[in-house]
């Protein structure tokens, strides 16, 4: 307000500086009056005594003795700073995990239900993740569709990301089947194409909320394009400057979304998937892009500086970038003999600090940028047990799959993460709503 100053602790009240000023001079020349003229106390002024600002608990009379300096009736402004989650250590906790992994059969994959599988040791499910100097807010599945009423939620980026929305469809449920929940692929387009093994993405819906809770793949995040749409063994090419077309269609349906990339960026999936760079539409050849770490570095860049342009127009949405899942192949990778055999929780170093970067990619593209960073890597780093590893829920002998996760397990703390940076930035007592 001009002319005057929000002071916290005073009920709300605006108290303007100069009546403030004024008060105070009131008081002091009180004081030296009783001084010079002894007598009984001076009464309040019946026009002030009844004012909410002079019945606030703690002011001094106006016949105190001893009067307090100005500083003391003010209340001291302090500055509510973030609550730095990605600082902290995994703590045993008897109360998870938060849902079954053998119930949440509508929303999580078979093969990465671990309960299903031949391992016999699940003491990865009973961990959390506690932040040194805050609380981290316990996930309710209610508090999350209300806060999120009527609002869209968007997954986009490769597996991991799809686990990470799999494991929110079961925290928001309870892992039950819930047959409320409304299957809105086909609103998004995502239906499963002919021939194809699944669709590109599911869109689910929670009617009694509005609220909706979608994941699209793409682990490039830049559109693919093929180079001959008559041609099903097509070259396709990949536009590292342009984000991919499901993201750019559909932004102005979104209210949040949570992007990731990273571990597709290998010479052997770009082969694989016929994939060829491309900026400014056409190939790029050079020396510099042809460095995979260069091309992803790039692309990334380039999508959060659009992402960045476009909330310029869509003030209140909220944008991601979901920091890299670590892997933790031991001996060798996927195809030589690597493996995550560890079943002990926590065997190596229980601490992961935000004072280094643990995704330098991600955390400098978000730099100076309105899209915020979900960092989950260092957290992550530290728990290398709780991979699928050998286990399979159909049971053969093959490589050893540590990428993905378990679940129940770690990407469940991925959405308390994200929960509490939509919702409780300075820890669990402070919470904020995403306005309508």
């Given at each position: ?56 608990e703690g002011f001094p009379s106006i016949a105190a003795e001893k009067l307090q300096p100005l500083s003391a009736l003010l209340p001291a402004f302090t500055e509510t700073k973030a609550c730095d989650y990605t600082e902290g250590k995994w703590v045993e906790d008897s109360h998870r995990p938060l849902y079954s992994g ?335």
């Amino acid at each position: 307000m001009k002319g005057g100053s929000t002071l916290p602790g005073f009920r709300g009240q605006r108290v303007s500086l100069t009546l403030l000023a004024l008060i105070t001079t009131f008081l002091v020349c009180g004081n030296q009056i009783e001084k010079l003229f002894p007598g009984p106390p001076l009464e309040t002024p019946s026009g002030l005594q009844n004012s909410s600002f002079m019945s606030i608990e703690g002011f001094p009379s106006i016949a105190a003795e001893k009067l307090q300096p100005l500083s003391a009736l003010l209340p001291a402004f302090t500055e509510t700073k973030a609550c730095d989650y990605t600082e902290g250590k995994w703590v045993e906790d008897s109360h998870r995990p938060l849902y079954s992994g053998k119930m949440c059969k509508r929303w999580l994959s078979e093969m990465w239900a671990c309960r299903l599988t031949q391992r016999t040791d699940f003491s990865y499910e009973k961990y959390r993740w506690q932040p040194d100097n805050c609380d981290m807010p316990e996930f309710e599945g209610q508090e999350f569709l209300k806060r999120m009423q009527s609002k869209t939620l968007a997954f986009i980026g490769d597996s991991l990301g799809r686990q990470q929305f799999q494991s929110l469809m079961c925290l928001i449920t309870g892992g039950t089947d819930s047959p409320d929940v409304q299957d809105v692929s086909s609103e998004y387009g995502l239906v499963r194409a002919r021939h194809a093994i699944r669709p590109d993405g599911w869109a689910y819906r929670f009617p009694k909320t509005n609220t909706t809770v979608l994941y699209y793949w793409s682990a490039s995040l830049c559109e693919i394009e093929p180079l001959n749409h008559s041609n099903p063994s097509t070259n396709f090419a990949m536009h590292l400057d342009r984000p991919a077309w499901f993201l750019h269609q559909n932004l102005n349906r979104f209210d949040v979304v949570v992007l990731n990339t990273g571990h597709h960026w290998n010479r052997g999936k770009l082969n694989a998937n016929r994939w060829q760079m491309y900026v400014n539409g056409q190939p790029k050849n050079d020396t510099h892009l042809r460095d995979i770490k260069s091309a992803l570095n790039f692309t990334v860049h380039s999508v959060v500086k659009w992402l960045d342009g476009e909330l310029n127009e869509h003030q209140k949405f909220r944008a991601f970038m979901r920091s890299l899942s670590p892997r933790h192949f031991f001996n060798g990778d996927w195809d030589s003999g690597g493996s995550c055999d560890n079943t002990a929780p926590l065997s190596g170093v229980n601490k992961a600090s935000g004072n280094r970067a643990h995704d330098p990619v991600s955390e400098n593209a978000v730099k100076g940028t309105r899209v915020e960073l979900l960092d989950i890597t260092g957290s992550s780093q530290l728990r290398d047990e709780a991979h699928l590893s050998k286990y399979r829920f159909r049971a053969k002998d093959g490589a050893q799959d540590c990428l993905h996760w378990c679940l129940p397990g770690v990407p469940d703390t991925w959405n308390e993460l994200l929960f509490a940076q939509l919702f409780f930035p300075q820890g669990k007592n402070l919470s904020v709503s995403m306005a309508s």
